[in-house]
């Protein structure tokens, strides 16, 4: 398959300028830095790329590394969720830290900030200092704390350190400038008291740092040199370079943003996403209809889809959404370039082969993939019992019908050409079975001058496997749901429709994950919930043109 151009990337641009110039020794260093306090969706993905892409594109390396500075919302299972995520999107960091790993040198920095009189504990309430910080317009009101001396300061963050004081009672605060403009400026909190165990660093911790303060360090502490990160960080640029200059770091590390992924019928935000699993909207983390990494690999989007997907849509400063239409077409592009072929009966109806006894046997060699020969080929049985599709046939055609209606002959895949001969029905008038014959001169191909009219897929009868189809729709009916007065009330009451009874040749199921293209239906992989004698199958997406 031809790849598409590769799309604009301002960053991979700055980059390349920073070498030519010998910035940075010639080194490139990234990382990506989630917090544990949920599963990784589409949108770090994005971010996973970005990081890893530049690293191994210029020769450097990128680290993983855990935001972990909220002992109140991060824990184990996020963290090893997030590890296992990465690496199976296909990449592998060169170190693996955590922000808590710094947790002492933070410390001493705080020490040395309030030692060059550029931090002070402010004892007001949180209320106080919100309000007191002013606003967009308005500038904010100097701490009565402010002007503390420093050996004040030391004394009651010592003691703020050891535990003695109340969650709330005291912050420490850089000393900037509470009439900047940007408001990230005006003596942004640095620290907070928590009297929490920490799932990764336990409970010694009495403080624990804020974000901004921690985020620039743990970047200069790894010798990060191109710092990327989404927009909404673009004000907090000046705080990040602050306490880099005041603290006369020996590395500076380039922080630079760049839009956010948006998807169509989609949210792509942990909160919201940990909504939709605590309040049971969907089943868990990893149900198909979530987009997180978790949600997507289930459902059978593959990681190479993915990456596609982001080469694709490339980094830009302007925030835009995609249309879902161009994220499922990347998926199905990449099913079918890979995905083996099967054949799968949805909705059975049973055709008799009038003119074959009812032991007859035939086994074919199908290939699993029309173009891709290293693909192999696996065999399928026929018998004069099978199933096809209940919509494969038509006691009043339209015109121009391609498949089965009373005396009208259709080649069933890999195998011969039927007609039907007779449809029976029960006393409600509904259809129960076809009669059809075969013609022997037909297997495989057409004889001369023949021209079967269409195509339809099939399976034998008493080989087939009974099968759970679990076909899903987008999980909200609303292009945009943040648009919405609450995002919940546009969740779509039909984005998952099970079917049982389904009937898939015995050659279909695999380990779970493995998707195939289900001929003339869709891609569908197989859940983690099949059993030996019971495949469950994700629709991952259908085929460009359904055949309903
Ligand atoms: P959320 O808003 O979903 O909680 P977050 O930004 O708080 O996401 P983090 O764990 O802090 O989540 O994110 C780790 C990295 O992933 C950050 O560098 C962040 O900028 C990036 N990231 C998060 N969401 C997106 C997105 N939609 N598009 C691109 N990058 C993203
Ligand atoms: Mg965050």
């Given amino acids: 398959m031809s790849q598409t151009p590769e799309a604009a990337n301002f960053i991979k641009n700055i980059i390349e300028e920073d070498l030519k110039n010998g910035k940075n020794g010639g080194n490139v260093i990234t990382r990506f830095p989630p917090e544990p306090n949920g599963y990784l969706h589409l949108g770090h993905v994005k971010s996973i790329c970005l990081n890893f892409d530049m690293a191994e594109r210029f020769n450097g390396y990128c680290n993983l590394r855990f935001d972990d500075t909220n002992p109140e919302k991060e824990n184990e299972e996020y963290m090893a969720s997030i590890k296992r995520d990465v690496h199976w999107l296909g990449f592998d960091w060169k170190h693996l830290r955590h922000a808590s790993d710094y947790f002492p040198q933070l410390l001493d920095y705080a020490w040395q900030l309030i030692d060059k009189g550029l931090a002070y504990v402010d004892s007001q309430s949180a209320e106080d200092i919100r309000v007191n910080r002013g606003t967009l317009t308005e500038p904010g009101k100097n701490s009565p704390y402010r002007e503390r001396s420093i050996a004040e300061n030391r004394t009651l963050f010592q003691e703020m350190v050891d535990g003695k004081h109340p969650d709330g009672s005291h912050v420490l605060r850089a000393k900037i400038?509470?009439?900047?403009?940007?408001?990230?400026?005006?003596?942004?909190?640095i620290y907070r008291i928590r009297h929490a165990a920490h799932f990764y660093s336990g409970d010694s911790w009495k403080v624990y740092p804020m974000y901004d303060y921690t985020h620039c360090l743990s970047d200069m502490l790894e010798n990060i040199t191109h710092s990327l990160c989404t927009l909404e960080f673009e004000d907090h640029r000046p705080l990040y370079d602050w306490v880099l200059n005041v603290l006369e770091t020996p590395c500076h590390p380039q922080q630079i943003e760049f839009a956010r992924l948006s998807l169509e019928y989609t949210v792509l935000s942990k909160r919201r996403l940990i909504q939709l699993v605590t309040e049971k909207h969907v089943n868990g983390w990893d149900d198909p209809r979530m987009p997180t990494i978790a949600g997507m690999r289930r459902r059978g989007i593959p990681a190479g889809a993915l990456r596609e997907f982001c080469r694709k849509i490339g980094?830009?400063?302007?925030d835009g959404t995609i249309a879902?239409?161009?994220?499922?077409s990347t998926i199905r592009d990449y099913l079918n370039e890979h995905a083996a072929r099967r054949m799968t009966v949805v909705r059975p109806l049973k055709v008799t082969i009038t003119s074959l006894p009812d032991d007859h046997e035939e086994h074919y060699q199908l290939a699993n993939h029309p173009q891709d020969e290293s693909q192999g080929s696996r065999s399928v049985p026929f018998s004069n019992t099978l199933y096809i599709e209940r919509d494969d046939i038509s006691e009043d055609p339209p015109k121009k019908w391609k498949r089965l209606a009373p005396g009208q002959a259709v080649r069933?895949?890999?195998?011969?050409?039927?007609?039907?001969?007779?449809?029976?029905?029960?006393a409600d008038g509904n259809i129960t079975e076809l009669r059809c014959h075969h013609d022997p001169d037909t297997l495989g191909k057409n004889p001369e001058g023949y021209k079967a009219n269409g195509v339809i897929h099939w399976v034998s009868a008493k080989h087939a496997l009974d099968c759970e189809i679990r076909n899903y729709d987008r999980l909200f009916s609303q292009a945009n749901p943040m648009e919405a007065e609450n995002f919940l009330d546009t969740i779509n009451p039909h984005s998952l429709t099970i079917i049982q009874g389904a009937k898939t040749e015995p050659a279909a199921p695999?380990?779970?994950?493995?998707?195939?293209?289900?001929?003339?239906l869709g891609y569908y992989a197989v859940d983690p919930d099949s059993t030996a004698d019971k495949p469950v199958f994700n629709r991952t997406v259908e085929l460009r043109d359904g055949f309903k």
């Fill in 324 to 328: 879902i239409e161009y994220f499922e």
């Fill in 177 to 189: 400038d509470m009439a900047s403009p940007n408001i990230n400026l005006r003596d942004p909190v």
């Fill in 510 to 520: 695999a380990e779970a994950g493995t998707v195939y293209q289900f001929e003339r």
């Fill in 315 to 318: 980094i830009s400063k302007a």
């Fill in 412 to 426: 069933l895949r890999g195998s011969y050409v039927i007609t039907c001969d007779e449809i029976i029905k029960d």
